[in-house]
């Protein structure tokens, strides 16, 4: 079955600042990766998807996140940090079988922001 | 674009009652599913429909646990003599068309609170 780590439940940076946070997957098939953000008292929402074209792959609000395969590996960054983006993030990973089509999320990263 | 509702915001009950939550998809959607999220955790995925067909259940939606997508519009999910474990937020979401890729619209969640 696919599962996503995500390491690190809180990440601090200053506003400005790179934002990195980590998430490697497990699938016994290649994946689709996900990210999504939950913003306080809202429902979640989807910042980037990867189903096997680019590696490299472009979110909205300036967030983007690499697909390695070689790392299992699929973080998301961010070169500079605004206030706004303070949230918890969440990766998840479907697999690509027919029937078995929902998402298995991580546990979350919460994203605060230091003026 | 109304999005996803889900009503109740907030539910409290007494152990061994019954609760049932409601969600509206956005109209178009023909993909509608069920999560639950407890804290610190990420969303954990109960169920989903595609119009009116319940296509998959998690081996943790209990026989206490019932969901129904009656025409393939709203769904209920039903959860029968509650216990302090069921207190989490129960979240649902809906996509359009089929396939492991599509993007998911979540709504702000039901959160209940046994006691």
């Known amino acids: 079955a696919q599962s996503v780590t995500q390491l690190g439940s809180h990440v601090s940076v200053s506003e400005g600042a790179l934002v990195l946070l980590r998430c490697n997957y497990s699938s016994s098939v290649p994946p689709y990766l996900f990210w999504y953000v939950q913003y306080p008292n809202q429902g979640l929402q989807l910042l980037l998807k990867?189903?096997?074209?680019?590696?490299l792959v472009k979110g909205i609000n300036g967030f983007e996140a690499e697909f390695k395969k070689s790392e299992t590996s699929f973080h998301l960054t961010k070169p500079s940090a605004h206030m706004s983006d303070a949230a918890e993030y969440f990766c998840a990973v479907s697999d690509r079988v027919f029937g078995n089509e929902k998402l298995t999320f991580g546990t979350g990263t919460r994203l605060t922001i230091i003026p | 674009d109304t999005g996803v509702s889900q009503d109740p915001r907030h539910k409290i009950t007494k152990r061994g009652q019954n609760v049932t939550f409601r969600c509206d998809p956005i109209?178009?959607?023909?993909?509608l599913y069920w999560y639950r999220q407890t804290l610190g955790q990420g969303p954990e995925f109960l169920t989903y429909f595609q119009n009116e067909a319940q296509l998959e259940k998690s081996r943790l939606l209990s026989d206490r646990f019932s969901a129904e997508r009656p025409k393939g519009s709203f769904s209920t999910l039903e959860i029968q003599r509650t216990e302090q474990g069921d207190s989490a937020m129960y979240l649902c979401?809906?996509?359009?068309?089929?396939?492991?890729?599509?993007?998911?619209?979540f709504g702000s969640g039901t959160q209940l609170s046994v006691l």
């Open positions: 979401a809906s996509s359009l068309g089929q396939g492991s890729t599509e993007k998911l619209f």
């Open positions: 990867y189903t096997s074209a680019a590696t």
């Open positions: 109209s178009e959607h023909n993909r």
